[in-house]
């Protein structure tokens, strides 16, 4: 199988790009390179073991959490000690760093690298919102449905997999449980998991056709009734699950979701064991949340022509490629996934084509504009889940008193509207 996979898998029309300008670096001296992506310790050491050696000169990868890049690239810019050479990180998380200047513009590295293919709803992005590039696409991904095959006998009548509504997926996990005693559907709830993602970039746009605009809506009580409903056949212990490939390679669940960057350990290990398929749909169609992180340089960096030279080396197809194979991280440029690509792989490569191209696909973006206040958003769909789900609430209630705070949040920010809700003239209205 051969994809070309900035155009065809779909997830590229989604961010956009930028690149750098010239300094000096004392020789020998390591360059930082200031990460909020592949934060996990295995992850962190693949890029460092298996892409950064091959660069020839030495980088300090150093990994962050998303609300903190900020604190940290304004506190090197306030104080005048300026360490870090390039940013990795989302749409999202380098948008909130243009109020203070912190991005240097990349134009001229950029139109050495346009023949790569990036794609144009990409690189427009980049430019978060002004006339120049602030970030070049750096790597892509999303979040998959994974189920093992013993679980496919108990698909519904009719069902096609690649094309589930959640009452299916509810039903095929009720069969489950009816015919095995067992509870096998699972979801990252637990503290390091990446359930936030999944309301907000899956269940609530499939069911509200936005967000934050939606957030306490009628269809929003009436999803979270049905979600209620679903968590029966949850397995218990979800509330503890960081990475889903783990519970899929114990069998301990048949069915899950998660970032196909924590599912790709069950693919690749056990490609005949497991199928790969797209989140389900719902009333407002099947919501997806495409992952692009890009590359910016500060505009203070200690050595912009190193990082200039590291995002043309990143950026190479041989080089995507290479990470594609140790991050389960898809290419961002035009390139050819390779016949001998790791079957785990082409599983999840199948599966993200066939969500992006699906008629029903309703695409929905990572929070935008949030800075610092990005954990407390994700807070908002946590807590509204464990009073709902967890505690029983009823969701009328439970929504209402969520719905303030995310109003603070939204205040407090300023930030606007993403999709899947409509552009907005200020702060994003909760609705």
Known sequence: MTRRAAGQLGLGALLAAALPRAGARAQGQEMVF???????????????????????????????QPPQLGVRVRAEQQG???????????????????????????DDALAGLRQRGFNAAMLESGKLGGQQQRYIPW???????VAHKQALPF??????????????????????????????LGFPAGPTGLMPRFFEGYLYPSFTGGVVTTFRSEAAEAMWGQFRDLWKTVHPNSTNYGFMQEPLLSG????????????????????????????????????????VAGLSIPADAPDPAGAAKLIDYLTRPEVQIATLRATAFFPVVKTDLPADLEPGLK??????ARMSSAPDALVSL??????????????????????????????????????????RIMTETGAPCWRPDPPSEGACQVG
Request: no cysteine.
């Open 155 to 184: 698909l519904p009548a009719g069902a096609d997999i690649n094309a589930l509504s959640y009452e299916q997926l509810g039903q095929w996990a009720t069969a489950i449980q009816e015919k095995t005693g067992q509870r096998r």
């Open 34 to 64: 200031l990460s909020t992506q592949l934060r996990p310790i295995e992850a962190a050491q693949a890029m460092r073991q298996k892409i950064l050696s091959g660069f020839g000169q030495p980088v300090n990868f150093v990994t962050e």
């Open 366 to 407: 990572l929070p935008i504009g949030l800075d610092q206040k990005g954990g407390e958003f994700d807070k908002v769909f946590m807590d509204t889940f464990q009073r709902v789900v967890l505690r029983g609430e009823k969701p009328r209630a439970a929504l209402d008193r969520q719905a303030e705070v995310m109003r």
């Open 139 to 145: 790597m892509q991904a999303t979040y998959l449905m």
């Open 80 to 106: 005048g000690r300026h360490t870090t050479s390039l940013i990795g990180g989302l749409h999202g998380e380098l948008l909130p760093l243009m109020s203070t200047n912190a991005l240097a513009p990349l």
């Open 347 to 352: 599983l999840a490569a199948d599966a993200i």
């Open 252 to 291: 301990e669940v048949w069915i899950a979701f998660d970032h196909v960057a924590r599912l790709i350990d069950a693919l690749n290990r056990k490609p005949d064991e497991f199928v790969a398929f797209p989140a389900p749909s719902g009333p407002k169609g099947r919501g997806f949340m495409p992952v």
